[in-house]
């Protein structure tokens, strides 16, 4: 029986030397685009990122509320005619924030020269005294003035001589008995005798407060020789008013 020949060195031989390679994994897709591409993705994910984590200031948020567009309309039109309505526009306040307390300083007026000039009347000759010495036109001080301008020529002729209160600074005659040219010299120089040498009547005038405190110290100065019988030659009763002629006033 022929046995089957075998050739040596050929029985058992495994096909090491012809094995397959395996096939090659796939590049991610970053790799395999450009450069310039890849440049670019890169970027947007940075800013993306980026944009996430910045948090708005305080300051930018007001800056983004309160700059809101404002839309002007012509004269006549309404955002209805034909045109697109500006949106509203909302601003959130905190409940806790309270509206400043504004304290409004009162304001007042007194009348000038021109003005009491034109008026005319003793109660105006009364209020350009006060004037000239700087002293409030107070209802009290108008009042003590009015009351002694009475005792010195009445209210029937309170501008003789063109000197209410018989004052001699400057007019010209001692004693009071001279006289002024208008009005307004008549109150210019008496405002300026009380301030000379009347300290007392002045302290009154100043405080603006009370016409009878005022009148005590007319009575205790030199004004008047008789002192007004210390009060008894005063009266107290509404003074009368009454315009001076034009011509008093230098008009």
Request: a neutral charge.
């Amino acid at each position: 029986m022929q046995s089957a020949s075998v050739t040596p060195g050929v029985r058992g031989r495994r096909s090491a030397g012809r094995r397959t390679a395996a096939p090659a994994r796939p590049r991610p897709l970053l790799q395999r685009m450009p450069l310039h591409h890849r440049l670019g993705v890169t970027l947007a994910l940075v800013a993306l990122v980026a944009g996430f984590s910045i948090v708005p200031t305080d300051a930018a948020l007001a800056a983004t509320v309160l700059a809101a567009p404002v839309s002007t309309l012509a004269p006549g039109e309404s955002p209805t005619d034909g045109g697109t309505a500006a949106p509203e526009q909302h601003l959130a306040v905190d409940a806790t924030i309270a509206a400043p307390v504004i304290d409004r300083d009162t304001m007042g007026a007194t009348d000038g020269l021109q003005t009491l000039a034109s008026v005319g009347t003793n109660e105006a000759w009364a209020k350009l005294v006060l004037m000239f010495g700087g002293w409030p036109q107070t209802e009290a001080n108008v009042t003590v003035m009015l009351r002694w301008m009475r005792q010195e020529n009445g209210p029937p002729d309170w501008w003789n001589r063109n000197n209410p209160l018989n004052n001699g600074y400057g007019s010209g005659g001692g004693a009071g008995l001279g006289s002024y040219t208008d009005l307004v010299s008549a109150a210019e120089y008496c405002a300026k005798n009380l301030q000379r040498g009347y300290p007392g009547i002045v302290a009154g005038l100043q405080a603006g407060t009370s016409a009878d405190a005022t009148a005590s110290a007319i009575w205790a100065s030199p004004w008047a020789t008789s002192h007004y019988a210390n009060g008894a030659h005063w009266s107290t009763r509404p003074v009368e008013i009454v315009q001076a002629p034009a011509s008093a006033w230098g008009r």
